[in-house]
């Protein structure tokens, strides 16, 4: 139970920073990703600052025994740059420089009730799923 509530306050947190910061507007990931166009740095200042944010609290969650819902770390052990890594942050940003979301906001945008957030979240789903049974044949990452 207190990793459900937890998990909630946690995602609660987020999802309204992502509305403050104005990050489920697809016009601002648009506006950001447009480098020869009309700009909009805005979104660098909001990474800048929960990586900021990140970089300091991390050092001192990491001092405790165990993360605060789990029983153990869960740190990544590869550091390498894989052919699949890169294939994949390149597929991941197209979808984000063509929809406008990141999968977070997105989630977030859902309470809009907006549709186009939904069809984003239903069609990123749907790759999920299509991934899985892709990565089944060919073992994409191992």
Known sequence: ?????????????????????????PTKVVGFLDLFGDWDPSLMFVMVGAIG?????????????????EKQWHLPSKTELTPSLIIGAVLFGM?????????????????????????????MLAGMVIFKGVNGLFKFNR
Not at 4 to 17: K, M, N, Q
Not at 59 to 68: A, E, H, Q, V
């Open 53 to 69: 944010v990140h970089f300091v609290s991390f050092r001192f969650i990491r001092k405790l025994p165990t993360p605060l819902v």
């Open 95 to 123: 979808g984000w420089a063509l929809g406008g979301y990141c999968p977070g906001p997105a989630v977030s945008s859902l309470g809009s009730l907006d549709p186009r957030p939904f069809y984003f979240v239903l069609s």
């Open 1 to 25: 139970m207190k990793s459900a509530v937890l998990s909630f306050v946690v995602g609660f947190i987020f999802a309204v920073g992502l509305g403050i910061s104005g990050m489920t507007q």
